[in-house]
């Protein structure tokens, strides 16, 4: 269980929830190492509408895997105020959270984390057993989401039978198979050539065409620019990308 330090207004404080996706308010990550606070995220704000593409942009150490992380629910903030789609975060207790990490929340990793030993169907379908949802539209569903992902001659095929683009929409289909309201993609083509990250990058477009909100974390300046919109991090310390997209 998470301790809980979040500063959070009354939900009465708060905008109309129907008018808030993603809102993030002056949130702030420290850590304790021995008798020092080290603080990661340094008052971050940040707002995103139903059916963005954003790109979070940094180097190595700015503070981009810890905010992935309590963008996904997977680690809470230690102050500031976190909505995601109508959840004040720091008010829903463990067992709420992880309905939102299962439900609402679609994780795309670099490495695709499939299990060797199932088939694309198996891996897809994953997440809709752990839901409880039945065999019968356990597989409908899954093999829906690999033929959005161009992956329908692949149904039967073992992540072993797959190349690295291939075995990356796999995941891809695993993490929409539960109609998620976000996609939330790490380093997506960091473990593929650039050809098949050029692939990749055109799937993720295509998925925000049809309106899935994405946010993608990378320290690619060139993925970073297929986003529709990009945010910078450095030292923990989020800004608005303009001009040209850099870390300086």
Do not use: W
Request: glycine share 8%; aromatic share 4%; net charge negative.
């Amino acid at each position: 269980m998470f301790k809980r330090k979040c500063l959070i207004q009354s939900a009465a404080a708060l905008p109309p929830q129907e008018e808030i996706f993603f809102q993030m308010r002056k949130i702030v990550k420290q850590y304790q190492l021995g008798d020092e606070a080290v603080t990661v995220l340094r008052d971050v704000d940040l707002t995103i509408q139903e059916g963005e593409y954003l790109s979070v942009l940094g180097p190595s150490g700015s503070g981009k895997s810890t905010l992935m992380n309590i963008i996904g629910c997977l680690d809470l903030p230690t102050s500031g105020e976190y909505i995601l789609h109508g959840n004040i975060v720091g008010e829903l207790d463990e067992k709420e959270l992880s309905r939102i990490r299962s439900r609402e929340v679609g994780f795309i990793f670099q490495n695709s984390q499939l299990l060797k030993r199932m088939d694309a169907m198996k891996n897809v379908e994953l997440p809709l057993i752990y839901a409880g949802v039945r065999p019968k539209e356990r597989a409908r569903r899954a093999e829906e989401m690999l033929v959005k992902v161009g992956l329908q001659d692949r149904l039967h095929h073992q992540p072993n039978q797959l190349s690295g683009g291939q075995q990356q929409r796999v995941a891809i289909a695993r993490a929409l198979v539960t109609n998620p309201s976000l996609l939330l993609a790490d380093e997506p083509t960091g473990a593929l050539d650039q050809t098949t990250g050029r692939q990749i990058m055109e799937l993720f477009h295509e998925l925000n065409e049809d309106g899935n909100t994405i946010i993608m974390i990378t320290h690619d300046v060139n993925i970073a620019r297929n986003a529709r919109r990009v945010v910078n991090i450095i030292d923990g310390v989020l800004t608005e990308a303009e001009g040209e997209v850099t870390f300086a």
